[in-house]
């Protein structure tokens, strides 16, 4: 048993050597490995506790939030009750409005419809009652209606011949307005009664599709006239009063 | 009969010769090295330990805690230094079992060069803890007149323990091939078990030892010393 002294001096310097290789390759490695990994758990259950604090604060929140929806629950449906009504209320009166306005818009097309209906009757009545009268008076009289109208219209005239030359003051003219244009026998009639009736006044024909059938004379401010109007204003008060009976479910008797 | 490898000569390198001793601390150091590269290569915090890894961290841990036991600090380099000597020794010693390998520490050489080691390792740590006054101090301590029975036992605490280390694992390799001319298929294998035994109750004791001085010289002055009973 002896000390080899130079291998203790190389064992030395190999210890030492062998101490620097752990430090570089074992210790240090492994240790700042347990460091960095332990950081990294702190690190992670640090977060996890954050996650775990908003977590619970989110259930105490939505706990909260069920509590007061579960109290509010009742006040909720009585307001739901409430809105459910006031917005029925409301289609209904928005219905009943836009029934009352489709009413008054029947009402008003079935006025116009009336009007328009009554309108042409009036000038089929006028038509056909000219064309009854004419052929009436042909058949019976062997004469035209014309020349009856204004043989009528002389009638008249003649009373009041003097008025109506006071009425014509300083005008020299009658005015003979008719629908459609007079027959010549019929203005040769009606000129030869103006002329004696009716001394230096010149007559003058005219026609106007927009007046009713029959004769207009006129002299200055004065006018004398027939036209079927009188008639057929009866003719219509008659329609309106049968049509007025129809509406309403009821037929009056003729001549009451 | 070999009882040192040191008479054992390897090779001549430039009129040196190279004996067993130096070329088996150079195998376990080797060894040593090339695991420690071979599994902290590449480490990285965010990647799950590998069981290598585990069984290295589980080493290193388990050192670092034995070391704080005794110095109730966490430092670094007195564990680079005391975990060092237990590796080394340790994996020398069960490196008794590998036919034909006689192990460093079975040299009185390398247990004398430990041991130097640490009679040099605990003035200089002593002296970067605390300053050479402080550590001159405590050879006066707890009077003047332990002064030469302080020296003395801080180098008779070398000296003990290389001969203890030396003789234990020598004196295993000694009766292990006193037995295996006796009874050559028993008895060696129950003394080489044994031996493993002995190998790493010699390495944790020597380390302990180590890190107790090292720690006796680092402690404060009023501090009260933590030194373990020598019981080996």
Known sequence: ?256 | MQLTPDDIIVFTLAGWEVNATIVNTWIVMALLVGISMLITRNLRPDVPPNRWRTSLEVIVKLIQGQIEEVTRNSARHVMYFAGTLFLFIALSNLMLVVPGFSPPTSSLSTTAALALSVLVAVPVFGIASGGVGHYLKTFIEPSVIMLPFNIIGEFSRGISLAIRLYGNVMSGAVIAAILLTVAPFFFPVVMDMLGLLTGMIQAYIFAILATVYISSATAEPDAPALKKEDKS
């Open chain 1, 1 to 256: 048993m002896s000390i080899d002294w130079i291998t203790v001096i190389a064992q030395i310097a190999n210890f030492l050597v062998l101490v620097w290789l752990l430090k570089r390759f074992l210790y240090r490695p492994i240790l700042d490995g347990i460091d960095a990994r332990e950081a990294e758990i702190k690190r992670r259950m640090a977060e996890a506790g954050e996650a775990e604090k908003k977590a619970q604060a989110a259930e105490a929140e939505f706990r909260q939030q069920q509590k007061q929806l579960l109290s509010d629950q009742d006040a909720v449906v009585k307001q739901a009750l409430r809105e459910s009504e006031d917005q029925r209320d409301s289609l209904l009166a928005e219905a009943r409005a836009k029934l009352e306005q489709e009413q008054q818009d029947w009402h008003k097309h079935l006025e116009r419809e009336r009007q328009k209906f009554t309108a042409q009757l009036q000038r089929t009545g006028e038509e056909t009652l000219l064309e009854l009268t004419r052929k009436a008076l042909r058949d019976l009289a062997d004469e035209s209606l014309e020349e009856a109208i204004v043989r009528h219209v002389s009638a008249r005239l003649r009373p009041i011949a003097g008025e109506l030359s006071d009425a014509a003051g300083d005008s020299k003219e009658a005015v003979a307005t008719t629908r459609d244009t007079l027959p010549e026998a019929a203005q040769a009639l009606l000129l030869a009664d103006v002329k004696s009736l009716l001394p230096g006044i010149n007559l003058r024909f005219e026609s106007d599709p927009q007046q009713s059938p029959g004769l207009v004379l006129r002299v200055g401010g004065a006018q004398v006239a027939w036209t079927v109007d009188s008639y057929t204003e009866e003719f219509d008060a008659l329609l309106n009063e049968r049509m007025a009976a129809g509406a309403s479910g009821r037929i009056q008797p003729a001549g009451t």
